[in-house]
Each structure stands twice: as C-alpha cells, then as structure tokens.
C-alpha cells in the first residue's frame, strides 16, 4: 500500500456552495448513529441499521484513517444551518473483496434520509473528488463499491466520472465496482 499523503495530515475543511465537509468530532454521534440506525440509509448498504456501539467503531475507525493513512472521512453540513446531513470520503478497509482493491483509495458516502434527492450526494463527491485528485495525483485510480439496486448512487458515480469496472463479490454478494483515473 503506497499514498502520495503523510500520516497525521490534519482534517481539511472543503466548502461548496451549500455545504461544508469537515471532520467528525464525539458530538456527531447523535446525528451518526441516527443516520445509521435508519433502514431507509442501510437498505443498500449493508442491510441492516446500525447499533450505537457499531457507529461509535465507525467513529473510531474514520478518525484512525486520518490517523495512520492521512485521508479519511468527512462530515457533510449544510453552510445555512449547519444541520448534520451526512458523510463520504476515502478509505482503505481492506476488504476482502474479489477482485481486491486493497491499495485503491475508495470512495464512499451516505446521506440522512432527508437530504436525499437534493443533490447533496453529488455536490460533496466532486468536492471530495478534487481533494483526491490533489492529493493522490490527478491519475490516481480510485473506486467505489455500489449495490446493483441503489440507483441513486450509481448515477452519482457517473456523474463523478466513475466506471463501472466489473460486478464483484463481497460477503458472497455481488456489488457493483467502480473506478476512476488511470493509475
């Protein structure tokens, strides 16, 4: 596993036009574990709402990726209200994924039932995928991983200049892998 980043780099702060992206801290997880434990977020992602215990590991873990991997994860506010709506970022979980991407950077986000359809989910990614391109190199290959039903997602990731690169399998399910950039 080899990143262009240093251990250690702080959080950044990304700004759109209608959100702020920045790093979670414990009083996020009220808002977290809300989101997480909502069927309509986890249908596509996993399955199964999420316990408090469960999103506490999640915090945890986000904070380790900055950490050690110096990229991670984000919150996603709305600037007007500075209301919680959200997550996304890059990561490197390890998954034992056929075919491996272990060394890619994936890309992943999840929005509050609320925000969906508003155009948040893709506002954010290209955020967090210009960010990446400045960090990794602009010909860095990153990937996601996508449901074959959560066509939501998969036009958020066509719209980011995605591809679908083939349908893999993880946990004995096929999922949807997706990748940009050349590297």
Sequence with gaps: MQYLLQPGTPVPVLDTARLRLRCHTPGDFRDCAAMWADPMVTRFIGGVPATAQQVWARLLKYAGLWSLLGFGYWVIEERSTGHYVGELGFAEFMRDLEPSIQGTPELGWAL???????????????????????????SATTACIISPENGASLRVATKC???????????????????????
């Design 112 to 138: 509050v039932a609320a925000a969906h359809g508003r155009g948040y989910a893709t506002e954010a990614v290209t955020a967090v995928i210009a960010w990446g391109d400045r960090r990794f190199g602009a």
């Design 161 to 183: 200049g995605f591809r679908q690169s083939c349908v893999a399998s993880l946990a004995g399910q096929p999922i949807l892998l997706y990748s940009r950039g050349s590297g």
